[in-house]
């Protein structure tokens, strides 16, 4: 006697996206309260996570169907799988949370009919992005949140809506928290959204100029090495970028900022000082200095004159380049009068 089994057919994309629709919705409050109810839902969730990769990117012998995946997108966004999927991120682990970061890659960048109807689907719901960034707040998941907010801010108009929303500001706490690895992410995810899309930076820059930078100014001055060496090196990459001229015209007129960057020249790490002087050079070579700048420039000349001389890039490098701003700035400090 032979028997034979029937190969199971393949799900179409309308029915892995109600697949794992129905699988995050099983993640009710109930489920979430009993451990074996929990642990056979998060299974399927994986299981349906596992398809979803597999449609989206492949099986690793043969290429996704176009067609499919771009249905699959579709039926994401009508069906809103998306926002399910972001609020169920908490109770999701590890191997879901894994599957999840690669598909959220492919889903946003795809197009259907010249739309990224993903893209669309989250500006339309932009309450997501406020959940995703406030995540930073959870150490379980705030490496997944972060991967995915970058890949979102890889738009203009998400990063726009971050950068204008009451979250922003919960970023100067995120850098600085105490797990590593969360405000290294979170400093990255900080980084895109100061430098990824220079116009939209300087727009929010200029209609947020006093806010941003009275915030910015505590991660200049923290205590914390990595904060200030990451911060400064972040001012400068956004700063002298042509879009912020205007705001950089700004502020260096501001004696305050003058004396943050005086005080990191003195700061006990060669690297910090170097970054420092990159943007004190731009205060001192500014033709139109006020006059509380010039004051605090000559009161501390022969300071900064001593301290400008012992600077180099270090280990023996000669950098012709420094030295000739070093050795500007130096001669530019001399003929300052009052």
């Known amino acids: 006697m032979s028997f034979f089994f029937k190969a199971s057919r393949p799900k179409t994309p309308q029915e892995v996206a109600k697949a794992i629709k129905d699988s995050l919705m099983a993640l009710d409050t109930k489920t979430v309260a009993e451990v074996k109810a929990l642990e056979k839902a998060l299974e399927e969730v994986e299981k349906n996570f596992a398809s979803m ?109 971050i950068l204008e929303s009451a979250t922003f500001v919960l970023f100067f706490k995120f850098v600085e928290l105490p797990t590593f690895d969360v405000a290294s992410d979170a400093f990255s995810t900080f980084k895109d959204l100061l430098t990824k899309h220079g116009n939209v930076v300087s727009q929010f820059l200029t209609a947020h100029y006093d806010e941003f930078f009275d915030l910015y100014e505590r991660l200049l001055t923290s205590s914390n090495y990595v904060t200030r060496r990451q911060s400064l090196k972040l001012l400068s990459d956004f700063l002298l970028e042509a879009p912020n001229s205007q705001v950089m015209r700004r502020y260096i007129l501001e004696v305050r900022y003058l004396k943050v960057m005086m005080t990191l020249l003195t700061d006990s790490s060669k690297n910090i000082q170097l970054s420092a002087f990159h943007i004190f050079k731009v205060f001192v070579a500014n033709p139109n200095k006020p006059q509380d700048v010039k004051l605090i420039l000559v009161k501390n000349r022969e300071k900064l004159v001593a301290l400008l001389q012992n600077l180099s890039p270090g280990k023996g490098a000669e950098d012709e380049q420094f030295e000739e701003e070093k050795e500007f700035i130096i001669k530019e400090i001399e003929k300052i009068s009052v």
């Open 53 to 161: 990769r597999t449609m989206l990117s492949g099986d690793g012998e043969s290429e996704p169907n176009m067609d499919q995946v771009s249905q699959l997108v579709e039926e994401l966004c009508k069906e809103d799988v998306l926002t399910l999927i972001v609020h169920k991120l908490p109770t999701l682990g590890w191997e879901a949370r894994k599957d999840l970061v690669h598909c959220w890659t492919i889903i946003l960048k795809h197009k259907v009919d010249d739309n990224h109807c993903c893209v669309e689907y989250v500006e339309q719901h932009l309450e997501l992005l406020d959940f995703l960034v406030v995540c930073y707040d959870n150490k379980e998941i705030a490496l997944t949140c972060g991967t995915m907010l970058r890949e979102c801010i890889k738009f203009q108009s998400l990063a726009k809506y």
